[in-house]
């Protein structure tokens, strides 16, 4: 029986049979790829390509008109200069972009890994509801609170800068990139932490009680019912999240660690010229692009279910 306003099976407006996954009237659902980035047709999408063509043709004519476009060229995007900072030349006093790259790239790995740990840790603890827990839950929000009111390049100088001067065996003497991974791990765990509670608190709480209806241990039916639901409805911002951490690595440069923009400030100051860091932002768009846009397909993917299953 069809429900109250809806066209009746077999109508010209109703869906056609075998299209369960069909968007509902007036959602901004489109079916296929292209249709969805361009708007759909072939008129869309050669209105598309033609609106594109001259917002970048405006865009080029103002730069290359203004009055400062050579001066601007040379100091940014002086061909010469980004390949020289791109390989680097110790001998010259500068190290290669290209090179250090890969020093945010291992940070990012790191303290990804970390964090994920870390705030599901301080998410399970604030959620928890023991009495004997009260305190570690008090902890727990004070520590949420701060990090995510302190500013990340002043915690990177808090923890950079304080710790090897508290002369602890150990713990005060490693290198400056650990320094900067714990104080990423210790300002986004925070962030992540609340993402990963608004995903447990995202899970039915008939979901809860079927598994309390199997038998299972509230142990179990964390980690086999509700962590499994949690993390699937997080893992859009979660990847956005993480989109910023690859990005924040750079930060670690104020306390000297030579990672890519910390390579092109040097670069820069040697031979006075910007292009350096050209090439370290042409390196962290080559990073984070494909990233977001696989983001962007989860978050396409998680839409259509839930129209699919919000479908009558």
């Given at each position: 029986m069809a429900l109250s306003g809806s066209p009746p099976a077999g109508s010209a407006d109703s869906p056609p049979p075998g299209s369960a996954g069909s968007p509902p009237p007036g959602s901004f659902a489109r079916t296929?790829?292209?249709?969805?980035?361009?708007?759909?047709?072939?008129?869309?999408?050669?209105?598309?390509?033609?609106?594109t063509i001259v917002v970048?043709?405006?865009?080029?004519?103002?730069?290359?008109?203004?009055?400062?476009?050579?001066?601007?060229?040379?100091?940014?995007?002086?061909?010469?200069?980004m390949w020289q900072s791109f390989i680097g030349n110790p001998q010259q006093g500068y190290y290669s972009v290209g090179a250090a790259i890969w020093l945010?790239?291992?940070m990012f790995i790191v303290a990804e890994i970390l964090i994920l740990l870390l705030a599901l840790l301080i998410a399970l603890v604030r959620?928890?509801?023991?009495?004997?827990?009260?305190?570690?839950?008090?902890?727990?929000?004070?520590?949420?609170?701060?990090?995510?009111?302190v500013p990340l390049i002043l915690v990177i100088f808090a923890i950079g800068l304080g710790v090897?001067?508290?002369?602890?065996?150990?713990?005060?003497?490693?290198?400056?990139?650990?320094?900067?991974?714990?104080?990423?791990?210790?300002?986004?765990s925070a962030y992540v932490s609340e993402v990963y509670r608004a995903?447990?608190?995202?899970?039915?709480?008939s979901q809860v009680a079927a598994a309390r209806s199997l038998g299972l241990p509230q142990r179990q039916a964390l980690r086999y019912v509700i962590l499994p639901q949690a993390v699937r409805n997080i893992v859009p911002p979660l990847l956005n999240d993480f989109i910023s951490l690859q990005k924040d690595t750079a930060l670690v440069g104020i306390l000297?660690?030579?990672?890519?923009?910390?390579?092109?400030?040097?670069?820069?100051?040697?031979v006075f010229n910007f292009s350096s860091f050209t090439v370290a932002a042409i390196l962290f768009l080559i990073l984070t692009i494909p990233l977001?846009?696989?983001?962007?397909?989860?978050?396409?993917?998680?839409?259509?279910r839930r129209l699919a299953g919000a479908t009558p």
């Open positions: 296929g790829r292209g249709a969805r980035l361009l708007g759909g047709g072939r008129s869309g999408t050669v209105i598309s390509t033609a609106s970048l043709g405006a865009l080029v004519a103002i730069f290359l008109l203004a009055p400062g476009a050579h001066a601007v060229e040379q100091a940014f995007f002086s061909p010469e200069h945010n790239i291992k959620q928890s509801v023991h009495p004997a827990l009260f305190p570690i839950r008090i902890l727990a929000t004070g520590y949420v609170d701060f990090f995510r009111g090897p001067a508290l002369s602890l065996p150990v713990v005060s003497n490693q290198s400056n990139a650990v320094y900067g991974v714990t104080a990423l791990v210790l300002s986004y995903g447990l608190n995202s899970v039915h709480q000297g660690t030579i990672e890519a923009n910390k390579a092109a400030e040097i670069y820069s100051e040697q977001a846009r696989f983001t962007d397909r989860l978050i396409e993917r998680d839409r259509r």
